[in-house]
């Protein structure tokens, strides 16, 4: 009997892991992601697992997200060393990704040795290290699409386009157990169709038990189109006032994605005369990776700036600058106007966008723009529930910025299209839904139930079902 333990996303949309224990294979972990909010070490502290990781025999990974893959070095440093099946593109991503959040961590904790040293209180000790990220990148085991591999002598995997951001994956695992043969398939993060740049999610016909993410089950985006429309009076509107936009926007996917609709504003002749600034080290790595992969993409997309071929950043949007160093990030500063500054995190849990609040949140001509999901518990998520005050660097910063938040961008399939993928199934699934919050899970529910008569299961953190 193969059975499935929900270890994280489970009516939240963070940290997702799910345990997959069979007698035919072992224990198999589907992603390792970390939650989102908090300081890196108080998040770190918390991040307990519910299982022995030297016991876990393989993780097959959706895609290099951090809620996704995050907690990888620290699995390794528990005891893990199986394989880490993904992706070509995903492994190219998760050196840049891991070692970033790496970086951060390392500031988070050598600040709170500092602080606790001058009280003469215990120092703490790394949840992971280094090398323990580069002992999980060496563990990664990467395949093609559509190129089904084996996991032992009793189970195979294939990935399928997710159409989420470059490199993710819907997982498809078939196992034998005795005389039954049994298939999973996991959505991990699924995209919704046309999304720019990313092809659309690979449609599947066959699986005994489907889970899929609901992130956005409750609500459908608004049209790309509307979409651009809508960023486009925005901006306007700010330049109106003379004042600066902030994007906070997470590295992989919705950075180059943004930079694309900025760039069809541009040929458009609509984007006015914003400098545009970069500012994440990051962001700027993972687009060279995207440049990479480029043929793999969408090359309608591509060739509506006329940049086929071409690099993400220059050529999509010409008057970008890239911001490097913390000199560049400071520089951004002195502009008192005009400025379009796309920084991470995309949930303003760290990274250079705190700094910008920090400079203009409290200029009521300034806008601050959310294109991307936000946590509960997350700074992001707090601004987009209207707070009036927030707390940053150990001071509070009274909120005069306008906030306008643009979901049509999303890289998450909304309602309608999370049942339509679900509807392609014929032979009936179980059907489990993960990685969305309540609300959002009951909606889809209801839906499945009432469009395609699916009796969907929704797991609690830490239950198990069998199947």
């Not at 990664?140 to 996991?151: G, T």
């Not at 809508?230 to 997470?250: K, Q």
């Not at 999901?373 to 997350?378: D, H, M, N, W």
């Not at 899970?441 to 069998?466: F, M, Q, R, V, Y």
Request: hydrophobic residues 40%; proline residues 3%; aromatic residues 8%.
């Amino acid at each position: 009997m193969a059975t499935i333990r929900f270890i994280g996303a489970a009516q939240e949309v963070t940290g997702s892991c799910h345990l997959l224990e069979s007698t035919a294979l072992g224990k198999i972990l589907l992603d390792c992601g970390m939650h989102q909010g908090q300081d890196a070490v108080d998040r770190l502290k918390s991040e307990t697992f519910a299982f022995d990781p030297t016991e876990i025999d393989a993780v097959i990974l959706s895609h290099a997200h951090l809620d996704h893959s995050g907690l990888l070095p620290k699995l390794v440093h528990d005891g893990f060393s199986g394989h880490i099946y993904c992706t070509e593109a995903s492994v190219d991503l998760l050196e840049i990704m891991l070692l970033d959040s790496l970086g951060i961590y390392e500031r988070d904790f050598e600040r709170k040795n500092r602080y606790l040293s001058r009280r003469g209180k215990a120092l703490i000790t790394p949840a992971y290290t280094e090398a323990d990220v580069i002992q999980a990148l060496d563990l990664c085991d990467p395949h093609l699409y559509e190129e089904p591999f084996s996991i032992g002598n009793n189970a195979s995997v294939a990935f399928h386009d997710a159409g989420h951001i470059l490199g993710s994956a819907i997982i498809e695992l078939t196992l034998k157990e005795r005389t039954k043969t049994k298939t999973l398939v996991f959505t991990g993060d699924l995209g919704k169709k046309d999304t720019v740049l990313m092809n659309d999610p690979v449609f599947l016909s066959k699986a005994d038990i489907v889970l899929i993410e609901g992130t956005y089950g409750d609500r459908d985006h608004r049209s790309d189109d509307s979409s651009l429309m809508e960023l486009r009076a925005v901006l306007s509107e700010t330049w109106n006032r003379r004042g600066n936009v902030m994007i906070p926007a997470f590295a992989v996917g919705r950075t180059q994605e943004l930079i694309y609709y900025l760039g069809l504003l541009h040929k458009r002749g609509e984007l006015d005369n914003w400098a545009v600034y970069l500012d994440s080290p990051m962001a700027i790595k993972v687009s060279r990776v995207y440049d990479r992969w480029m043929d793999t993409m969408d090359r309608t997309d591509i060739k509506k700036l006329g940049s086929e071929d071409k690099s993400v950043l220059e050529n999509f949007l010409p008057q970008l600058k890239l911001s490097v160093t913390t000199e560049d990030s400071m520089n951004i500063n002195k502009i008192s106007s005009g400025a379009i500054v796309i920084a991470g995190s995309g949930m303003c849990t760290g990274g250079r966008i705190r700094q910008h609040f920090k400079q203009r949140i409290w200029d009521k001509r300034n806008t601050l723009i959310f294109v991307g999901f936000q946590a509960r518990g997350t700074l992001g998520r707090l601004l987009v529930d209207g707070a009036q005050v927030i707390k940053m660097f150990g001071e509070k910063f009274v909120v005069k910025a306008q906030c306008a938040t643009i979901n049509g961008f999303s890289a998450h399939a909304g309602q309608a299209g999370l049942v339509d993928w679900v509807g392609h199934f014929d032979n009936q699934p179980t059907v489990v839904l993960v990685h969305g919050e309540p609300e959002s899970l009951n909606a889809l529910a209801e839906k499945l139930w009432h469009d395609k008569g699916i009796d969907a299961l929704i797991p609690t953190k830490g239950s198990s079902i069998a199947f």
